[in-house]
């Protein structure tokens, strides 16, 4: 009771600056939230195109929008407090303040909802979220503050305006402020955890100093004629930087231009300076939401071939085109990684792709696709490609012909890597072969020795009924180490087969596992040893016992069969030799294939061809090897090494 106690303490004691940090951090953001939003008030209002707290630069409306969309809609009371000072300390009366306040609260509130309803996310990386900005933020809950706004003023008695015209400056100011300001800092805070690279940063700075610099130019020093100079560089940073191009040179293009119109720089036709800043502003509007839009495009263009190259490296399929009049081929990427070669600048010949195919089926693809040409018809085949390191892969290829003004002018497919498939299919088929070629002696031995003992179990001696018996567990044991080969493949084949390494004493394990091997009249003797090593015993039994199994099918009765346990410093090997025909060198690395049992000379011996290819894996998951030597005299010397597993001699004779 006293240990629980004590737990719970401790964990309380452990959360409580945890909950501090935490609190304070929440703090910091809802004091910033309202001092943001106070301070661009307070400037807004006090701008000369103001009337009292109506005004068309409104700021705080994009600051409160993008702090829910960002922060979450549980910061509205940082809204709701900068409202409410931003409006008393500009001449509104305390209950003034108050009613405005709760308008411009909903506001935010609401515009939030919506644009996520609408937009899904907050990003502004797809066409769908800007128009929920546009619609949810600018449009629709903006009319709840410019309504509440203007109801209380007019019951306070506070306004002169008429209700529409109050009406629509509020609304008007409230929408700018959600179109300009609010995309400049979801953007922002979107790409703060991005790194750019040094070239990206010195792009930046320059198209900043240049927008800038051109928007002082035609706001502020008189070449307001020219009003097209910026959208050079109003497209140089949508096309460049996105989003974050779109709403950062949009926002400074408005501020400066929004500053030109209120200090008259900007001559625009207009009875008042209010109605001049109006205009312009719908002016800065239309080119934010066009950049935002043009920026959301290329985003949503750049998410698609993002997810077509993802699901091409999965699928392992890559796509092509053919120009044929100026005999270009484009690849994508997972082409290019399918070939083995890197992506290049320049497109690649048709001759050049040629030259990767494998010679074998060079002809045959190149005479596929004339013909497929020359009848415009779509085409599908396999073919084998050679890669710069020599691997070869098999690729399914698919195509079809663009025909343009009734001529052939190019041809378009995908190419995908099914080397993996057709090994998979190959495997199964030799394990059906094995299966059912293997399988059947030994059951047609069980099945005869079986029927035998039921119909003529009373007619027969003793001692044949033990040679039966004994023929009938040797066929089981067959069949034993034919189905727990086969069960082996395919975990190897899935990838999991795993390592569970103890202490062995090598040499035991080694006699264990040739005392269970039938030698049919071969001498097998043991040496070396005894050693200590950490190793999978049972895999390791599994190689013993799988190349001495080899080496009494490749031998002659009465031959001799030496297995030697050495240490070589901490490496283990194992070596099993034989006096038989031995193996030619053409055949010492295919033969630990599966389901390959070597040249053809030996294809009268028994075997499914599993036995080595299981030497060989289990020597790899221990991170070793397998390989093939002449025995000098003649015969075979197999030899597996698992490296950095010997522990120490054992007690007993030296090795």
């Known amino acids: 009771m006293t240990s629980a106690a004590g737990r719970a303490t401790a964990r309380a004691a452990l959360s409580r600056p945890r909950l501090t940090a935490a609190r304070a951090r929440a703090a910091a953001v809802f004091a910033g939230v309202l001092g943001a939003y106070v301070g661009t008030a307070k400037l807004g209002i006090e701008l000369p195109v103001g009337h009292g707290?109506?005004?068309?630069?409104?700021?705080?409306?994009?600051?409160?929008?993008?702090?829910?969309?960002?922060?979450?809609?549980?910061?509205?009371?940082?809204?709701?407090?900068?409202?409410?000072?931003?409006?008393?300390?500009?001449?509104?009366?305390?209950a003034v303040a108050a009613g405005i306040a709760v308008g411009n609260t909903l506001e935010?509130?609401?515009?939030?909802?919506?644009?996520?309803?609408?937009?899904g996310d907050a990003r502004l990386e797809r066409v769908r979220s800007v128009l929920g900005l546009v619609v949810g933020g600018a449009v629709v809950s903006t009319a709840i503050a410019a309504t509440n706004?203007?109801?209380?003023?007019?019951?306070?008695?506070?306004?002169?305006?008429?209700?529409?015209?109050?009406?629509?400056?509020?609304?008007?100011?409230?929408?700018?402020?959600?179109l300009m300001v609010a995309p400049l800092l979801l953007v922002l805070y979107a790409a703060r955890r991005a790194r750019p690279t040094p070239a990206q940063v010195l792009e930046g700075t320059a198209l900043v100093a240049a927008v800038v610099a051109v928007s002082a130019v035609v706001f502020l020093l008189g070449?307001?004629?020219?009003?097209?100079?910026?959208?050079?560089?109003?497209?140089?940073?949508?096309?460049?930087f996105r989003q974050l191009g779109a709403a950062v040179t949009s926002f400074v293009v408005g501020a400066i231009g929004t500053w030109g119109a209120v200090v008259g720089t900007v001559p625009l036709a207009a009875e008042t300076a209010t109605e001049r800043v109006q205009v312009a502003q719908a002016l800065f509007v239309v080119v934010a939401i066009t950049l935002l839009l043009v920026g959301a495009t290329l985003s949503e263009r750049e998410a698609g071939r993002t997810a077509l190259a993802e699901a091409q490296v999965l699928a392992h399929v890559g796509?092509?085109?053919?120009?044929?009049?100026?005999?270009?081929?484009t690849w994508t990427d997972e082409l290019h990684r399918i070939f083995g070669v890197e992506p290049q600048r320049h497109p690649v010949t048709y001759a050049a792709y040629l030259d990767r195919v494998h010679p074998e089926d060079r002809a045959a693809v190149d005479a596929a696709v004339r013909q497929a040409f020359a009848d415009r018809q779509p085409f599908a085949f396999e073919h084998r490609i050679v890669r710069p390191d020599g691997a070869e892969r098999v690729v399914a290829s698919r195509g079809q012909v663009l025909v343009e003004g009734g001529e052939p002018i190019a041809m378009l497919g995908t190419a995908q890597d099914v080397t993996e498939h057709r090994q998979a299919e190959r495997l199964r088929d030799d394990m059906l072969a094995a299966v059912s070629h293997e399988l059947r002696t030994p059951l047609t031995a069980v099945l005869g020795f079986a029927v035998t003992l039921q119909q003529r179990r009373e007619a027969l001696a003793g001692e044949e009924i033990d040679a039966i018996v004994r023929e009938l567990a040797a066929a089981a044991r067959r069949l034993d180490r034919l189905l727990a080969d086969l069960l082996d493949v395919e975990r190897a084949?899935?990838?999991?087969?795993?390592?569970?390494?103890?202490?062995?004493?090598v040499r035991e394990l080694v006699e264990r596992a040739v005392a269970a091997c039938a030698l049919d009249g071969r001498r097998l003797t043991v040496h070396g040893g005894p050693v200590v090593a950490e190793v999978d015993t049972p895999k390791v039994e599994r190689i013993v016992e799988n190349l001495v199994v080899n080496?009494?099918?490749?031998?002659?009765?009465?031959?001799?069969?030496?297995?030697?346990?050495?240490?070589?410093?901490?490496?283990?090997?194992?070596?099993?030799?034989?006096?038989?025909?031995?193996?030619?060198?053409?055949?010492?690395?295919?033969?630990?294939?599966?389901?390959?049992?070597?040249?053809?000379?030996?294809?009268?011996?028994?075997?499914?061809?599993i036995g080595l290819s299981l030497v060989a894996r289990f020597a790899a998951v221990h991170g070793g090897r397998s390989w093939v030597a002449d025995r000098p005299g003649g015969g075979a010397s197999f030899r597996v090494l698992l490296p950095d597993c010997v522990v120490r001699d054992a007690d007993g004779p030296p090795t």
């Open 551 to 609: 080496a009494v099918k490749h031998t002659p009765p009465e031959s001799a069969i030496d297995v030697r346990v050495a240490r070589e410093g901490r490496d283990l090997l194992l070596v099993v030799e034989d006096d038989g025909p031995g193996i030619p060198a053409a055949f010492r690395e295919e033969i630990f294939e599966t389901f390959n049992r070597g040249p053809s000379m030996l294809s009268a011996t028994p075997g499914a061809g």
């Open 493 to 505: 084949r899935r990838g999991v087969t795993g390592v569970s390494r103890r202490e062995t004493e």
């Open 319 to 329: 796509s092509w085109r053919w120009d044929v009049r100026r005999d270009a081929v």
């Open 149 to 178: 706004g203007v109801a209380v003023l007019s019951l306070a008695g506070e306004t002169e305006e008429t209700f529409g015209s109050a009406w629509l400056l509020w609304w008007f100011g409230d929408a700018v402020g959600d």
């Open 53 to 94: 707290v109506i005004t068309p630069v409104w700021a705080p409306s994009g600051i409160a929008l993008a702090a829910l969309l960002i922060l979450g809609v549980r910061f509205w009371p940082a809204v709701a407090a900068g409202a409410f000072l931003a409006n008393a300390t500009s001449g509104a009366s305390l």
């Open 223 to 240: 070449a307001w004629r020219y009003p097209y100079l910026i959208f050079p560089v109003l497209l140089w940073g949508a096309l460049r």
């Open 108 to 119: 935010a509130v609401v515009g939030a909802v919506l644009v996520l309803r609408i937009g």
